[in-house]
């Protein structure tokens, strides 16, 4: 526990900073391409680890394995990160409670689909489960529903947002909308259809991942570059600790009630009640992200009139301090001269009065 409670820290600690690093490098249309493809890493390494999870330990015949191997990955990026990367200037280049439903709902079902899965087929009287990868192609599906939801994301963000200024929010609440059914059909359909049910998920994971790389984009907009860090630190506890910290314990329990005995088909049921509750968070959640639309465009404005003018006020410092080491010092010797100019000036102007 104490372990998992470091690598807490650690994956808290990268997740927060590194999206103000990136939008500090990039602006614009670069700034939301960097971000999805940084966001990759949520849906991918998700799918990756329910994959690599699963052939580790058959290979090994040890599931411990799979979390021997992972940590050499970070070690090569720590030492990548030490050598190669450079703190930029802040600023330089340049919707929490909906982003917390969509936590909610890719952490629920990262955390019980599996085995939801596997009790659906064992339900059916004549079905068994093992003779189905379900670990392995859910972790499949998972990884290209991302992959393929951060880039079409991203895509249409670049190529509205010159039309529809309040396209990120949109694209967000119209994706989590969409998928409220897909999500509804795919918690229906395993105890019919296995490779239904999969084609159910993929859909509506494809569509809960199209705002993962334009929710850092939008938040990092609307926060002056001083105060992003922060921001993004705040949004990440909330989003977490509401979202997918707090949903498996929340579907766990309502299932536990909904149980009558421990058999197969009253755990399945028990389950599939439990998680219809996340369709109506995708309605909520989706319905949250258009709501913040109405505000977007003139939070946006507000931090660009902010940043504009820190701009105009350091080179206006800047311009005087050159100015001031350009003029010459004068000399003890010239300061006899200066004095006499001066007088003969005022007697001038003496002579010119009288």
């Known amino acids: 526990m104490v372990l998992r409670c470091i690598v807490g820290i650690g994956e808290a600690s990268y997740s927060t900073l590194a999206p103000t690093i990136l939008t500090d490098l990039f602006s614009g249309n670069a700034r939301t391409s960097i971000l999805g493809f940084f966001y990759f890493a949520v849906p991918v390494g998700s799918g990756l680890g329910f994959v690599l999870g699963s052939v580790i330990a058959n290979a090994t015949h040890n599931w411990t394995w799979a979390l021997r191997i ?3 990955l970070g070690v090569f990026c720590t030492l990548a990160l030490i ?3 450079k703190d930029p200037p802040r600023g330089r280049a340049d919707v929490s ?3 917390t439903g969509d936590c909610f709902v890719l952490g629920a079902l990262a955390w019980f689909s599996v085995d939801y899965i596997q009790d659906a087929i064992n339900a059916r009287g004549y079905g068994d489960a093992s003779k189905y990868p379900v670990a392995l192609l859910f972790g499949i599906s998972t990884c ?3 992959l393929l939801g951060v880039v079409v994301g991203t895509a249409l963000a670049r190529a509205l947002r010159v039309y529809i200024t309040r396209i990120d929010a949109y694209i967000c609440g119209a994706g989590l909308l969409m998928s409220a059914p897909f999500v509804f059909a795919g918690l229906v359909s395993p105890i019919y259809s296995f490779y239904l049910c999969l084609g159910f998920v993929f859909v509506g994971q494809f569509l809960i991942c199209l705002n993962w790389a334009l929710i850092s984009d939008v938040t990092m907009s609307v926060v002056i570059p001083t105060r992003r860090a922060t921001a993004n630190a705040f949004q990440m506890l909330m989003s977490h600790a509401l979202g997918d910290a707090i949903s498996p314990f929340i579907i766990g329990l309502i299932a536990d009630t909904q149980m009558t005995s421990n058999e197969v088909t009253s755990r399945y049921l028990g389950m599939q009640r439990a998680l219809l509750m996340n369709v ?19 939070a946006k404005a507000r931090v660009q009139f902010i940043v504009e003018a820190s701009q105009v006020n350091q080179f206006d410092v800047r311009e005087t301090e050159v100015e001031a080491e350009s003029q010459p010092l004068l000399r003890s010797d010239d300061l006899g001269t200066v004095r006499t100019q001066s007088w003969h000036s005022f007697a001038r102007t003496d002579l010119a009065l009288t």
Do not use: D, N
Request: proline share 3%; charged share 5%.
């Open 83 to 85: 050598a190669f990367h």
């Open 70 to 72: 992972t940590p050499t």
């Open 280 to 298: 109506f968070v995708c309605i909520i959640a989706g319905f949250l992200f258009l709501c913040s639309s109405w505000f977007l465009e003139s």
């Open 97 to 99: 409670l909906g982003f």
């Open 144 to 146: 290209f529903a991302g």
